[in-house]
């Protein structure tokens, strides 16, 4: 069974701190997506990585997928407000089906 | 721009109820998928459909039916509602081609006492 797991769980920060979380697997994933879910919404896609080393900006969350393409990671500079939310990362698992890892609850007090 | 709709948006049910969730997208999508989301857990798999006709389980199909009614909509159906289908549901639509975003609804909270 294919796995992805997301650390910390919980994550409670000042605004302006920065903070890094984690997705990691023991499989290796074609490609690896990063999706961030406010309350009362469906997860919105944020950025897909591809390439093994791939590193992707999204103004000031920086995406990187790890070499052996099994693990990536989220860093967000000067954390805001409104970077506020669930964090989920996702993988393929078969040609139309997808994983999702177990959500990192980031919360930034202003 | 309605995306994917989901209706009910909250629901209370009884233990042995049966209800259909209801999911219909806009975006002319061939993939849609029903997921679960618990405390904890991420969003877990129920039941998915490649293209309209065809229906496969996820990672958590028991207890669960769907319908792929026609291109446009996905319903989920509980026949016979337990505690532990307590959970938030979202329905996604996925278009054809590599490392395309799931485009959710915005969820169906269900309750079941």
């Known amino acids: 069974t294919q796995l992805l797991e997301q650390s910390p769980q919980f994550l409670s920060i000042q605004e302006g701190e920065n903070l890094t979380v984690y997705c990691n697997s023991s499989?290796?994933?074609?490609?690896l997506q990063w999706y961030r879910q406010e309350p009362g919404e469906g997860p919105v896609l944020l950025v897909t990585v591809v390439t093994g080393g791939e590193v992707k900006k999204l103004k000031r969350l920086t995406f990187q997928f790890g070499d052996a393409r099994k693990d990536s990671s989220l860093h967000i500079t000067a954390a805001q407000p409104g970077d506020t939310g669930l964090y989920l990362c996702?993988?393929?698992?078969?040609?139309?089906?997808?994983?999702f890892g177990t959500g990192t609850r980031l919360k930034v007090l202003a | 721009n309605a995306g994917v709709t989901q209706t009910p948006k909250f629901q209370v049910l009884k233990t042995g109820q049966s209800m259909t969730l209801q999911c219909a997208q806009d975006m002319n999508h061939n993939s849609m998928y029903w997921y679960r989301q618990d405390p904890g857990m991420g969003l877990r798999l129920i039941y998915y459909s490649a293209s309209e006709g065809t229906t496969d389980k996820g990672e958590v199909p028991n207890g669960y039916n769907v319908s792929r009614l026609n291109k446009r909509e996905f319903s989920l159906r509980l026949e016979s509602a337990a505690p532990s289908q307590t959970s938030v549901y979202f329905c996604?639509?996925?278009?054809?081609?590599?490392?395309?975003?799931?485009?959710f609804g915005d969820g169906t909270r269900l309750s079941i006492l």
């Open positions: 996702a993988a393929h698992s078969g040609t139309y089906k997808y994983i």
């Open positions: 996604a639509s996925l278009r054809d081609g590599g490392n395309q975003p799931q485009h």
């Open positions: 499989s290796v994933f074609s490609s």
